[in-house]
């Protein structure tokens, strides 16, 4: 018997236009549409005459559903996976449905379209040669602003996902981990009828964040211009030696705040600088 096939079929992330000819065949042909959540996804199937059956699979059942998923394609019934909005498994369950899939030899097929993350960087005027998707950062402060400190040196535009509660804070602790002057854009609402982007030093989007509530309301992507590539080349080799020096008696952190008071060099320079000289 021929095994069915998976198919990883993207959907619209606000406009119901924006879903390819294919998906819409694939999920009216399917056996079964596995959503993330049945009811949500009912309005947009609803929309396109799509009838087929419908499962649940979403992060608190994935696992246990993959026996089940596993059983149907074996069985060669063919499987469409879509999540509330966008790609699956970006932001999104799939991964080990996929990933199982893939070890048990079930061809994995994808039909792409929307993504958040892709769209804003296509609109945003950041650079896109090279970019790392970081997806949503922690909600506790501490934790958030240590993941953008590791992120310090990364030289590719960073893309993350943040929800209307926290765009603010999280725009606040770009500013004091990377600085006021780091090149940041917010897309929000993207294909929606108040799509904006907003692209400008972060100080001044944190502004323009605080300056109107409607700038706060709405789904958003986050977009960070990467570190100058080469950054630890314009510091002064000998205060670089001085912050590897100072950096043996205290953390990293410290020594560039030390470095820094002595030299009037900013800290986060200092610190992107320690990094890629360790890299290096
Ligand atoms: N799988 C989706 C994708 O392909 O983009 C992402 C799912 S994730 C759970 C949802 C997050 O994506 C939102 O909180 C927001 O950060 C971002 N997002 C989704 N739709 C968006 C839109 N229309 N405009 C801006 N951001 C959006």
């Not at 947009?44 to 979403?58: E, F, P, Q, R, T």
């Not at 605080?210 to 309301?217: F, K, P, S, V």
């Not at 986050?222 to 950054?231: D, I, K």
């Not at 008696?249 to 900013?266: N, Q, R």
């Amino acid at each position: 018997m021929t095994t069915g096939i998976l198919y990883i079929v993207a959907t619209p992330i606000g406009n119901l236009n924006d879903i390819t000819l294919r998906a819409i065949d694939v999920l009216k042909q399917v056996d079964v549409i596995a959503a993330e959540d049945t009811r949500h996804s009912k309005k947009l199937l609803d929309h396109y005459g799509i009838d087929s059956k419908l499962m649940a699979v979403h992060d608190h059942n994935e696992e246990e559903r993959i026996h089940t998923l596993l059983s149907l394609l074996q069985e060669g019934q063919s499987v469409a996976m879509i999540s509330d909005a966008g790609t699956p498994l970006i932001s999104d369950p799939g991964f080990r449905v996929v990933r199982a899939m893939r070890q048990s030899g079930i061809e994995v097929v994808s039909i792409p379209g929307p993504c958040a993350a892709v769209a804003a960087l296509s609109i945003a005027g950041l650079p896109t040669d090279r970019f790392l998707f970081v997806g949503f950062l922690p909600p506790k402060q501490k934790a958030r602003q240590a993941e953008l400190e590791s992120l310090l040196a990364e030289t590719g535009t960073l893309v993350f996902y943040e929800s209307p509660k926290r765009i603010q804070s999280c725009v606040e602790d770009v500013v004091s981990v990377m600085g006021a002057e780091r090149m940041v854009a917010v897309a929000k609402e993207i294909t929606k009828s108040f799509e904006t982007v907003k692209t400008a030093p972060a100080a001044e989007v944190l502004s323009w964040l605080a300056e109107d509530q409607h700038h706060t309301r709405g789904e958003f992507v986050l977009l960070v211009q990467g570190a100058e590539p080469g950054a630890a080349a314009v510091i002064d080799p000998k205060v670089l030696r001085a912050l590897q020096m100072t950096g043996e008696y205290m953390p990293l952190k410290k020594a560039c705040a030390v470095v820094s008071e002595l030299t009037g060099i900013p800290k986060n320079a200092l610190y992107e600088a320690a990094l890629q000289q360790n890299k290096g």
